[in-house]
């Protein structure tokens, strides 16, 4: 008899122990105005060509899903690097979503152009490019151009992504696909 009240004795402390140290975990997962966002898909060519006819092919690859922890909570991550397969610097872009406590933080690098934009602290107009109205678009300015970092104008659409650029050459590449 005492040895079953010690067995028991034992195991409630066990439980007890278990559940005061198990550590509770908080993951952050996006909604579906979230993913509205991310309209990237791996192996997506964007086509963009300039008013001279020039073409150029940026190429989408390296998706990557997952959580970034932050203590007890995990927030839900999703990104795409971008690059043009032709420019011999390589330079290479990055699409970042990531739903975090209170709100979702979505950041894009474009080869070539500085600075990194937070998106979705970015004010939205309205345009027609390339014969197409958008009412969804962010205008970005760079604040520094040079020989590498040589796009000074990006323009992005939540709906469709990077739809038109220029360049230091007063080059206006549209997006076409």
């Not at 997952?66 to 011999?88: E, H, Q, R, T």
């Amino acid at each position: 008899m005492k040895q079953i009240l010690n067995t028991r004795l034992i195991l409630t402390a066990c439980l007890l122990f278990f559940l005061i140290s198990c550590k509770k975990y908080t993951y952050y997962e996006f909604t579906a105005d979230d993913n509205a966002w991310m309209i990237y898909s791996h192996s997506q060519q964007l086509k963009f060509i300039n008013q001279s006819g020039v073409i150029h092919n940026y190429q989408c690859f390296n998706i990557t899903r997952g959580y970034i922890p932050v203590g007890n909570l995990y927030n839900a991550m999703v990104s795409i690097n971008f690059k043009l397969p032709i420019d011999s610097v390589n330079e290479v872009g990055k699409f970042q979503l990531e739903k975090q406590s209170n709100a979702t933080l979505c950041t894009l690098t474009w080869p070539r152009f500085t600075p990194t934009i937070t998106l979705t602290s970015e004010p939205l107009t309205s345009d027609t490019i390339g014969g197409t109205f958008y009412n969804d678009l962010i205008v970005k300015v760079s604040p520094s151009t040079s020989l590498l970092k040589n796009i000074d104008t990006l323009i992005y659409s939540k709906s469709v992504g990077v739809v038109k650029y220029t360049d230091i050459n007063g080059n206006k590449w549209i997006h076409t696909n």
